[in-house]
DNA sequence: TTGTATGCGTTATCAA
DNA sequence: TTGATAACGCATACAA
């Protein structure tokens, strides 16, 4: 910066001002500096500028796993969102792996950002006092609760009774679950398996829990399997509620190894709107979860917290606030949708 | 630091020297310090040595688009290999855009990291001199030759080749082509295109151009619709070499769809041995790219870039280096494998 | 509208 | 084995 103010004849400040386009700054003067930029192949250090404003504009996403559909998705979002406000983004995969998450909370990968939007799965509710951080943070999912942070989460009861009613009103009574998680009480899993269990309950229909089928990860692969298991057994059902889009997808697979006709004899439906569910044939009716809407509120909070002062002490920040998305039902034609 | 070094007795190049593990520091000392470190909460300002070391330890991998399963799994690769030499990751998508891609070599998404591993699609052999750059570059791909910089691709000539040959082997002879460029000369479609043909030429079949089917996204739904379209067309065919996995799992879809078994009446193969292609069923044939190898290779040369000291002219800085990975063939069901 | 002086928090040099 | 001092390159007060 020097070199280029010598060589334009001006201070080093002048050339920091033209750079970061303070208004104040002559034309003539203007022009000069940036000649002597072009001449030198000067580039801003932006670590020095980093040092110097106590910010480096980048920010963590800390998720379980680029490969899963839904987070890709996000993480697109998210990059886009950030980008929209002037900030980057630094992705970390956590693998759902312990460890992993709390090095992103405390330890070397929570390094050089200025914040984190965080994703646990490893973590739960018995962390909390994990999440008692002293730096920018928001959280995603339903995992952790009452640790006081800022909070973004898909709606997963409403949005799940809102799928298993479009399936009802489509006159379907045996509605099968796919993929639950039974041991766990806490999480979208069980969230999700709530939701159809009210929406039965406000139908007045029983729950049949030979109908709820267990399934740990959630891969078209499980879809596919779990059914094959659920035709094997012999137990009539007429629906599916796949707890995500890639139980759909295995789901669809399945019932069209077995000859079953989609929607004609069992209509199916899955969660997550992910991209690939409007190009498979039959298109796969879903739950859209408010994708953008998250990735454009967590950014959005996290900024706020960013731009309150460091020194502030706990009592005096913003409260924590809890969003939940808008979802939004995507009938197609796997529920028999025209 | 200083606060730290106050309370322990000591200065602050003794703290400096504990916190990086400098050898020559008394056992004494060293827990003083810590104690005092421990006591204080301090935390080492990462971009206050960012800037005294004019490195940032962070590298950016710029891809076209995270949602394809063959890019997520490589920046998983990546990122493994990276944080296995001590570097974080810092991904850019560029979704095929030039002017992104053009941001990722000069513009504001160059900035703050230490080098770049950089997969073009947008630019091309055309835009030679755009790759001349003065920091740290690694091409993934096959889009930019003579370009001067170091070069990590899938060997996809030799694996189409191999993949082709695998059909022949079983016993195929009008094997269709899924997922073709027409229009593009260079690229991994065109070399993949084209060990198909040399394996065709090897066991003396003639290529009919009727087999080949041209289809821009490599997704699924098109693989799917392109094997419609060549099933209407009525050309017979006993094998499918789909361009990459994404595209023949919408081939085995379609097939299925159309009550074509597979492999008895159809040997299907795809490229990029994805996750998913071990799980789907039948399951799918594939070549393995030698992803780990890409992304191992791709951040050593890299990091013996960044080692070369910055001032070096460019005469005297190591030759460009090109590395073809090591593909290997997976037979899986799909192609009457065992 | 532009310039001067100062410090952000660290590590390297070199001396003690 | 440890310490004093000087950069790293920038932005900010404040002065001119």
């Known amino acids: 910066m020097h070199d280029v103010a010598r060589l ?8 920091s001002n033209v750079i970061n386009g303070y ?5 003539a003067t203007r022009a000069k500096v940036q ?6 192949g000067y580039e ?3 670590t020095a500028r980093n040092l110097r404003l106590g910010r480096t ?3 963590t996403l800390a998720l379980p796993e680029l490969k899963l559909p839904y987070f890709a998705e996000f993480a697109d979002e998210a990059i886009r969102a950030a980008e929209a406000r002037g900030l980057r983004v630094l992705i970390e995969q956590t693998n759902a792996d312990r460890a992993r998450e709390l090095a992103v909370l405390h330890g070397v990968r929570r390094v050089m950002t200025d914040g984190l939007i965080f994703s646990p799965l490893a973590l739960g509710p018995d962390d909390i006092r994990l999440f008692q951080v002293d730096f920018p943070l928001v959280l995603l999912g339903e995992r952790v609760f009452g640790s006081g942070n800022d909070h973004v989460a898909v709606d997963n009861v409403a949005g799940a009774r809102a799928a298993t009613q479009h399936l009802i009103e489509g006159g379907r009574r045996r509605i099968a679950v796919v993929g639950s998680h039974p041991d766990e009480p806490v999480g979208a899993p069980a969230l999700r398996e709530r939701g159809y269990r009210e929406a039965l309950a406000g139908a007045g229909i029983a729950v049949d829990e030979a109908l709820i089928r267990p399934g740990q990860a959630w891969h078209m692969s499980v879809g596919a399997q779990l059914t094959d ?14 707890l995500n889009d890639a139980l759909a997808l295995g789901v669809l697979h399945s019932l069209h190894q077995h000859r079953i006709k989609v929607p004609a004899q069992v209509a199916v439906i899955g969660f997550d709107d992910v991209e690939e569910s409007a190009y498979v044939r039959p298109t796969l009716s879903s739950v859209s979860p408010g994708r953008e809407q998250i990735a454009t509120t967590a950014i959005d909070l996290l900024l706020q917290r960013i731009a309150e002062s460091p020194g502030t002490p706990a009592g005096e920040r913003a409260p924590a606030r809890r969003v939940l998305a808008e979802f939004s039902l995507v009938p197609r034609q796997s529920s028999g949708a025209r």
Chains 1, 2 share one sequence.
């Open 8 to 15: 334009a004849g001006v201070s080093a400040k002048t050339v």
């Open 23 to 27: 208004p104040h700054v002559r034309e």
């Open 35 to 40: 000649l002597a930029i072009d001449k030198l």
């Open 44 to 46: 801003l250090n932006v």
């Open 57 to 59: 504009g980048l920010i």
């Open 229 to 242: 298991e659920l035709i094997a057994s012999g137990v009539a059902f007429d629906a599916v509620f796949a």
